[in-house]
C-alpha cells in the first residue's frame, strides 16, 4: 500500500471516531498499516507537522537521526485532515465519473 493510501486510510479511520472515548487507537498502528513501525511513526509525524492530525507527542535526542513518537498515541483528525478526506473523496468520484463516461463513448 502506498504512503498515501495510508495516510487516507489514517484519517478516515480518525475522522469516523472523532470524539469515541471508546476508540481503539492499534486500528492505525503501524502493524495494523502493514508497515514498519519506523516508516509508520515518521508517516505519523509527518501528518503532525502538516496539521493533519493533533496530539501526537515526540522527541529527538542529540543520538537520533530522525524524531521518535512517546507512547501512548492519542491523536485527533484536524480540520485539515477532514478537508483533506474531503478533497480526496472528490477526486476519487470525479475519476471513476471520468472513467464511466469514457467507457460509454
Known sequence: MSNFHIIYKILRI???NK????????SI???????SYASWEQL?????????IRGLVYT????DKFPHIVEPVEVQITLRGMEYLEDNS?????????RL?????
Do not use: C, P, W
Open 14 to 16: 480518525l475522522d469516523k
Open 19 to 26: 470524539g469515541d472515548e471508546a476508540f481503539d487507537y492499534r
Open 29 to 35: 498502528s503501524a502493524e495494523a498499516m502493514g508497515m
Open 44 to 52: 505519523m509525524i509527518e501528518l503532525q507537522s502538516n496539521g493533519y
Open 60 to 63: 529527538k535526542t542529540l543520538s
Open 90 to 98: 472528490m477526486m476519487a468520484k470525479a475519476k471513476e465519473a471520468l
Open 101 to 105: 463516461a469514457g467507457d460509454i463513448l
